[in-house]
Each structure stands twice: as structure tokens, then as C-alpha cells.
């Protein structure tokens, strides 16, 4: 089935330092891909996407390539902020039947 | 334009109690889909409902039920409550079915005692 795989945290970063979080996932036919961050108290909010291979999302410095060989949409910023501490998610939706899937969620904590 | 909107936001249920949560999608958004969100499970998907009918159910016992109204306001209801059902329960829209970016609410905080 389709699934989602994104690197167990926590990640705890300096200001300024770079990030990666890694996603990899698993589907049949041609999903979409996303990530969307989660700040406390709140609900998801849709941070960038990718609708096909080699498209690349950016939104407010971070950056996620959907490389289809190695199954993978790793999300990066080049220098984070404290205010970018939260919880990032990675999903997945199948173009045809609409199903979402989440990853587990990395938890971003950045420090001054 | 309005977010959605989820209502409560927070409540506390006993075992055995039933509890609805409401939803009010983003002007215009006929798609309501819900997700449980939990420490242990992650985000879990629960049904989504396209004009008033349910188009996906994901793999939830029978007392998770669901309705859509012609507003596209949405209700969930979870029957004979247990402590497994606490969690932060969100609710997401779209345009359209077809579409596949999703906006979420803030969530209802449950907790089951």
C-alpha cells in the first residue's frame, strides 16, 4: 500500500543552521507529494508540494524536489529561524482515489 | 476568506459517552475529508464526504460515523467512547474532490476519561 517514511526526530538546530529532513515513500501509480507544518495548537498547514517527478516545491525558504528514482522528497532550508520550530509532516495523495498519507512527523526545534 | 472552522475545540467525554464534532469548511469547498491524530498513530485518515456522500473510509471501527450537510458542513460522531479515542481530531477541505491540496482546521482536542 501507499505509505510515508520521514526521518524520527527531534531535530534540534541552531539559528541560521541548514536543514534536511528526509521523506521517502512508497505508492502505486502517481501520487503527489507534500509537507505541511504543524505549530502548536493548530492544524496543518500546507507548506509546499510537488505534483510530479522532478518538480520542485518552495515556500518561505524551504525547498523539496519529488525525485522519483529514489522515492524520495526531502525537505531543506538553508538557514533556519527559531520561529520555524514546529512539526513537519510529509504526505502523500494518490491522484486517483484521493487517499492521503502522512508520515510520522519530525518535531523542529531551533534554537537561538 | 474564513479558514475552516472545527467546533469545539476542546471537550471532555467519560467512557461509554458519545461526542459529535462539527466542521465548517472554506467558503465554496465541497470536500470535507477527517483525520485522528494521536502520539502513537500519527495522522490517520478517517472518511472523506463529497456533496453529502462519503467518498473514502479509512480503517475505523463502525463507531466513527460521519454525515455532510448541502452547506458542506460536516459532523463526525463517535459513539460508546473509549480512552483510545483521545486525540486531536482535524478536519480538512478542498474545491473540489478532484483536488488534492487540503486545508485543515485547528482541531478538536478530545480527551476521554
Known amino acids: 500500500g501507499n505509505s510515508v517514511t520521514q526521518m524520527e526526530g527531534p531535530v534540534t538546530l541552531s539559528e541560521e543552521a541548514f536543514l534536511t529532513i528526509n521523506c521517502t515513500y512508497t505508492?502505486?501509480?502517481?501520487?503527489?507529494l507534500f509537507w505541511y507544518v504543524q505549530y502548536p495548537g493548530e492544524g496543518l498547514q500546507l507548506l509546499l508540494k510537488?505534483?510530479?517527478?522532478?518538480d520542485k516545491g518552495s515556500n518561505k525558504g524551504f525547498e523539496a524536489t519529488y525525485r522519483k528514482e529514489t522515492t524520495s522528497f526531502h525537505l531543506e532550508k538553508g538557514s533556519v529561524q527559531v520561529s520555524d520550530s514546529a512539526v513537519y509532516f510529509c504526505?502523500?495523495?494518490?491522484?486517483?482515489?484521493?487517499?492521503?498519507?502522512f508520515g510520522a512527523g519530525t518535531r523542529l526545534t531551533v534554537k537561538p | 476568506k474564513a479558514g475552516v472552522t472545527q467546533t469545539p475545540r476542546y471537550l471532555i467525554k467519560t467512557r461509554g459517552q458519545q461526542v459529535t464534532l462539527s466542521c465548517s469548511p472554506i467558503?465554496?469547498?465541497?470536500?470535507v475529508s477527517w483525520y485522528q491524530q494521536t502520539p502513537g498513530q500519527g495522522l490517520q485518515f478517517l472518511f472523506e464526504?463529497?456533496?453529502?456522500?462519503?467518498?473514502n473510509k479509512g480503517n475505523f471501527p463502525g463507531r466513527f460515523s460521519g454525515r455532510q450537510f448541502s452547506n458542506s458542513r460536516s459532523e463526525m460522531n463517535v459513539s460508546t467512547l473509549e480512552l483510545g479515542d483521545s486525540a486531536l481530531y482535524l478536519c480538512?477541505?478542498?474545491?473540489?474532490?478532484?483536488?488534492?491540496?487540503?486545508?485543515f482546521g485547528p482541531g478538536t482536542r478530545l480527551t476521554v476519561l
Open positions: 505508492a502505486t501509480g502517481y501520487p503527489s
Open positions: 480538512a477541505s478542498k474545491p473540489s474532490a478532484e483536488n488534492n491540496e487540503q486545508f
Open positions: 510537488a505534483t510530479k517527478a522532478d
Open positions: 464526504y463529497f456533496s453529502e456522500t462519503q467518498r
Open positions: 467558503s465554496g469547498h465541497r470536500s
Open positions: 504526505a502523500l495523495v494518490r491522484n486517483d482515489n484521493n487517499d492521503m498519507r
